[in-house]
C-alpha cells in the first residue's frame, strides 16, 4: 500500500517517527508520498527522505501558510525542483474554507505552481478546501490536468467533470466516518482507477478519534473502510490504489 497524502515531515512527528514509520511499514505500507508546505521546510524533508527510501516527497507551497510565502519562493521553488527529485508539485491550491486567506494571494501562488509543474513536467497535488469549481478553472486556464486532489469532496458533477479529464482523487479518514453520507455516495461514484488513499497525518483523524493525532497505520482503517463500502475485493483495492498511485506519482 501507499499513502498518497501524509505529512510525515510535521514536526508532531519528530519524536517517534522512526517508530511510526516502522508500524507503518510491517504493515505492508510501503510508501508515503509527503508533500512539503513551505520554502522553508523544503530541507527538511529532503533530508528526511535521504534517511527514509519510503518517504517520498514532493515540493510546494500550501495555500493555509500564505502570510509565509514570499514572491520569491516562487523562483527557489522553480531552482529546487531543477536541483531536487520531486514526485510532484504540491501541496498547492486553494482554500475558500478560511476566511481570512485573500483569494487572490493565494490563486497568484497556485497558477504560479502550475505553471511550474508544466516545465518541469510533473504532476500536481491539489488542496481544494470549499474550492473545487476554483481549482477545476484554474487548470483549465493552464490546460492542465496531470492533477490529483487529495482529500477530496466534491459534487458529483464536478466529479464527473474532473473525471475526464483525467484528474485523480484521494481519500482519507473522512470516509470512515459513518456518517459522511454524501461523501460516501461520492466514493461509490468514482472509478476504482481514479482514486488513491491517504491519512494527511498528523491532521484530519477521523472517527471517533477526531482529537487524537493521525497516525500512518490509519491508511489500513480507510482502505478496509473503502472495501467494505463500495464491495470491493480487499486485495484488489490494495493493488489497483497502488498501481493508480505509481503510475501518476512515477
Ligand atoms: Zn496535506
Known sequence: MIDAHIHLDDK???????????QALDAGIKQFITPA????????????????????PAYGLHPYFINQHKKNDIKYLDMWLSANKSCAVGECGLDYFLKDLDKDIQ?????????????????????????????????????YYNAMIHSYNGSIEQTRQLIDKGVKFSFGGAIYNPNAHKLHKLVKYCPLDSIMFETDAPDQNSYPDFKLRNEPINLIKVINYYSQLTNHNLEQVKSQSSITCLHFFK
Open 12 to 22: 508532531r512527528f519528530d519524536k517517534d517517527r522512526h517508530y511510526l514509520i516502522k
Open 37 to 56: 508546505v513551505t520554502s522553508s521546510g523544503f530541507a527538511k524533508l529532503k533530508e528526511l527522505s535521504n534517511h527514509y527510501p519510503s518517504i517520498i
Open 107 to 143: 490563486q497568484f501562488y497556485f497558477d504560479a505552481q502550475i505553471e511550474l509543474a508544466k516545465k518541469h513536467h510533473l504532476p500536481l497535488i491539489l488542496h481544494a478546501r470549499g474550492a473545487v469549481d476554483a481549482v477545476f478553472c484554474a487548470l483549465k486556464n493552464a490546460n
